[in-house]
């Protein structure tokens, strides 16, 4: 069964740069789509086809695949994005795989 | 607006049933396969179920295969999962998701959640 892989947790510094990984076995031939959920509330699309945002987020929020690794990015982060975050993509034989998330603190 | 409203989570020993539905509103529900998933408490997102948007095809977990099944009543916009069998890592909350799926496939509008705590 097809597998993604994220780190448990990220650390900034508000006004920094997070970045996300997700890995899979030549997920850059795949499409990568990014959620982010916070507590006690659904997830939330925020990256979808890799590098495209749906309407509503924020220009900080980007993404980027390639070879065996997915990557969100949120540039100048900001206290409000402390979340999870969730890698999802879809694989002919597992189906719909999600990652096991990345915790991301503002300090 | 989107909206996907799910309900009949609750309580239920193990080895018993239930049926989560989700109302949805919003769209033409019958253009769009929908998806069920579902998050155990502190844990991260997994993948139940989907089904095409006519109902004729339907998409399982191996977590779940030959216990749930996945249905849709077009001409009601609402979306079950039958749960039987259930188990003690069945314990979730359960999320109704929209599809979008083309060369892409993801979940572009979320339900808030039904919970399911399988517990004698």
């Known amino acids: 069964s097809y597998e993604l892989t994220q780190p448990p947790s990220v650390s900034v510094s508000p006004g920094q740069t997070a970045s996300f990984t997700c890995s899979g076995d030549?997920?850059?031939?795949?499409?990568t789509c990014w959620y982010q959920q916070k507590p006690g509330q659904s997830p939330v699309l925020v990256i979808y086809?890799?590098?495209k945002r749906p309407s509503g987020i924020p220009e900080r929020f980007s993404g980027s695949s390639s070879g065996n690794t997915a990557t969100l990015t949120i540039s100048g982060t900001q206290a409000m994005d402390e979340a999870d975050y969730y890698c999802?993509?879809?694989?002919?034989?597992?189906?719909?795989?999600f990652g096991g998330g990345t915790k991301l603190t503002v300090l | 607006e989107v909206q996907l409203l799910e309900s009949g989570g609750g309580l239920v020993q193990p080895g018993g049933s239930l049926r989560l539905s989700c109302a949805a509103s919003?769209?033409?529900?019958?253009?769009?396969?929908m998806s069920w998933v579902r998050q155990a408490p502190g844990k991260g997102l997994e993948w139940v179920s989907s089904?095409?948007?006519?109902?004729?095809?339907?998409y399982y977990a191996d977590s779940v295969k030959g216990r749930f099944t996945v249905s849709r009543d077009n001409s009601k916009n609402t979306l079950y999962l039958q749960m039987n069998s259930l188990r003690a890592e069945d314990t979730a909350a359960y999320y109704c998701?929209?599809?979008?799926?083309?060369?892409?496939?993801?979940?572009?509008?979320w339900g808030q959640g039904t919970l399911v705590t399988v517990s004698s």
């Open positions: 919003g769209f033409t529900f019958s253009s769009y396969a």
């Open positions: 999802q993509a879809w694989d002919s034989s597992t189906y719909v795989v």
């Open positions: 089904i095409s948007g006519s109902g004729d095809s339907t």
């Open positions: 086809q890799n590098n």
């Open positions: 030549k997920l850059g031939d795949k499409y």
């Open positions: 998701a929209k599809v979008f799926q083309g060369i892409v496939y993801y979940f572009d509008y």
